[in-house]
């Protein structure tokens, strides 16, 4: 069963532009999760969707946002890019992400340099 | 508010028990979990356990939960070179869909 593929692995941008990241959950899995890994806050929750739905949102600014596909991929956004946005973005997937288990499954990160 | 604390560094001797720590302050979560991440890769799932569960063995690792004082460990027996990483727990409550992760423990293990 492959596991979760992140999209771009690497990537530089500079101030001001905009990024789009992209993950594929593990097959059959309906929740996908975004969370930001910094050396200085650590890991941050961005948003969970399931069934293209957002159910949660962490407290990041409307700069982020995110969406997910009728086949549960997803892609996640970030505009007018500043500098403390230098980050690994990690996608994490699970079959509800609710209630149960809430075993999340992660990608190997999407990491951005802001310059 | 939510909050998940860990010690930042532990280094042991191969072969030796290693032990990390976590203390977490909400105490409406559901599950606890226990994940690894290697240099340059996303995160592992170890393990988790429920909160009305003290003791969770799987192979070398061993979880032990003291709900009362809101502390979470995680023994790894016969540590080996290979366990070198850094280790995350992180607690979920029931009605959340979202993990709040600890800082991280950086796991060195010496030949």
């Known amino acids: 069963k492959a596991g979760v593929t992140q999209t771009p692995r690497y990537l530089i941008k500079t101030r001001g532009q905009q990024v789009t990241l992209s993950c594929s959950p593990i097959?059959?899995?309906?929740?996908v999760s975004w969370y930001q890994q910094t050396p200085g806050q650590g890991l941050q929750f961005l948003f969970e969707?399931?069934?293209?739905?957002?159910?949660n949102k962490g407290n990041f600014p409307g700069r982020f946002s995110g969406r997910q596909f009728s086949n549960s991929r997803s892609e996640m956004n970030v505009s007018t890019l500043e500098l403390g946005d230098s980050a690994l973005y990690l996608c994490?997937?699970?079959?509800?992400?609710?209630?149960?288990?809430?075993?999340?499954?992660f990608g190997e990160g999407s990491r951005l340099t802001v310059l | 508010g939510e909050d998940v604390e860990q010690s930042l560094f532990l280094s042991v001797r191969e072969g030796d028990s290693s032990v990390i720590n976590c203390t977490y302050t909400d105490s409406s979560s559901t599950y606890l979990y226990w994940y690894k991440q290697e240099p340059g890769a996303g995160l592992q799932l170890l393990t988790y356990i429920f909160s009305n569960m003290d003791m969770k063995q799987d192979q070398r690792l061993t979880v032990l939960l003291n709900k009362k004082d809101k502390h979470l460990s995680l023994r790894i027996a016969d540590t080996q070179t290979g366990d070198s990483a850094i280790y995350f727990c992180a607690e979920k409550e029931d009605s959340s869909y979202k993990l709040i992760f600890g800082s991280g423990t950086r796991l060195l293990v010496r030949p």
């Open positions: 969707y399931f069934s293209e739905t957002q159910r």
């Open positions: 994490a997937s699970s079959f509800d992400g609710t209630g149960g288990t809430g075993e999340l499954f």
């Open positions: 097959s059959g899995h309906r929740s």
